[in-house]
């Protein structure tokens, strides 16, 4: 069974930074394409990044410019890194595991809310 655990949500201010990890526990972490997801009060859960097994990675426009997804194969971690992070960024950040059949895992989330 796939384990996802996100972690380094919290609190932040208007352009500050973040970065969020994701520890993953998969036999082969390496063919997973990962991805972070989030999800506003009222919204629907939206892609935010992804990154493929070959590095591949894909930026949704609003935070494109801003945000970057990375991997690291030997720790089975994926990472978000968010900078000038707006208001609009607060949401609940998901971490999501699809395997080459499709087949997708979830994290339970953290929170991230920016505010002053």
């Known amino acids: 069974q796939v384990q996802l655990v996100e972690s380094g949500g919290g609190l932040v201010q208007p352009g500050g930074s973040l970065r969020l990890s994701c520890a993953v526990s998969?036999?082969?972490?390496?063919?997973?394409?990962m991805g972070w997801y989030r999800q506003a009060p009222g919204k629907q859960r939206e892609l935010v990044a992804g990154i493929t097994s070959g590095g591949s990675t894909n930026i949704a426009d609003s935070v494109k410019g801003r945000f970057t997804i990375s991997r690291d194969n030997a720790k089975n971690t994926v990472y978000l890194q968010m900078g000038s992070l707006k208001p609009e960024d607060t949401a609940v950040y998901y971490c999501?595991?699809?395997?080459?059949?499709?087949?997708?895992?979830w994290g339970q989330g953290t929170q991230v809310t920016v505010s002053s």
């Open positions: 998969i036999r082969i972490f390496s063919i997973y394409t």
């Open positions: 999501n595991a699809r395997s080459p059949g499709g087949r997708d895992s």
